[in-house]
């Protein structure tokens, strides 16, 4: 451990987030892609994103969506629920790159709450 003036060189690892996380794969709905979530909160929700140039999602750029989730009882079959909203993106990073395409980590914040669209058949339109 190096100190200079008075700190430590070791980062002391902060979580600053208000909402808690959840490692979750949803599939997410945009107006030209879909997309798996890396993790969602009640407050916004983390994708990658192939992208072949850099202008289609920047940050601030206001996206709609739909978040496709599956659920399971014990009285109902298997179904799905969609929960519709938009969102404000507050992150873009570069997560890796070839000749041929970008992949960007986006992270969007709700604008309001999720709305949860019924389904009377259980499957996400744009499927």
């Not at 003036?5 to 107006?31: D, F, M, T, Y």
């Not at 030209?32 to 750029?61: H, M, P, T």
Request: charged share 25%; net charge positive.
């Amino acid at each position: 451990m190096i100190k200079r003036n008075g700190w430590s060189s070791e980062a002391k690892c902060i979580e600053r987030r208000a909402q808690k996380r959840l490692e979750l794969s949803l599939l997410v709905l945009l107006p030209n892609q879909k997309v798996k979530s890396k993790n969602i909160s009640s407050a916004g929700v983390y994708f990658e994103i192939v992208a072949d140039y850099n202008r289609a999602y920047y940050l601030g750029k206001s996206v709609k969506f739909e978040i496709v989730a599956a659920t399971t009882s014990t009285m109902l079959p298997l179904r799905s629920i969609r929960l519709s909203g938009s969102g404000k993106i507050i992150r873009k990073a570069l997560i890796r790159s070839s000749l041929h395409e970008k992949v960007w980590g986006i992270a969007v914040r709700f604008d309001e709450r999720l709305e949860i669209v019924y389904d009377p058949i259980g499957f996400p339109r744009y499927a």
